[in-house]
């Protein structure tokens, strides 16, 4: 998967988080099967701290669709950890069509939920109580 400038929604610490995304499933694509697992571990821990970023926006700024949007990080999580659990005990070929699946599923929700909070912020201001992580910090903490 390719970083596209379309995914850039003008928000320097939700971009940085994506940036990072897009470079670990990258890495998912390509890596030997002996790596695999590891990666897929990082990218799960990774996913975690990038929506309770966005959750932690959400609350404090009150954006309007946070139901729809953290439930459609509710389904991805369990997707992803229910996938994570069926490699660990062996089933690649489905560790690596999730890989294939979620450039998909990104391109859309960042299109959508993610470009329409990254709007709200925008016009509204960060909220106080949930400052922006510095780019670069929300992976290092992940991983
Ligand atoms: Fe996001
Ligand atoms: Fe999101």
Redesign the pocket.
Known sequence: MEWKEDFELGLAPMDGTHREFVAMLSELESCPDGEFVGLLERLAAHTVA??DQ?SAWMHASGFPPIRC?MG??ERVLKVISEVLARVRSGDLELGRRLVAELPHWFEH?AAT??CA?AAYIRSTGYPAQAAPVPQGQSAAAAR
């Open positions: 990038h929506f966005e949007h459609e990080h929700h939920m993610d909070l």
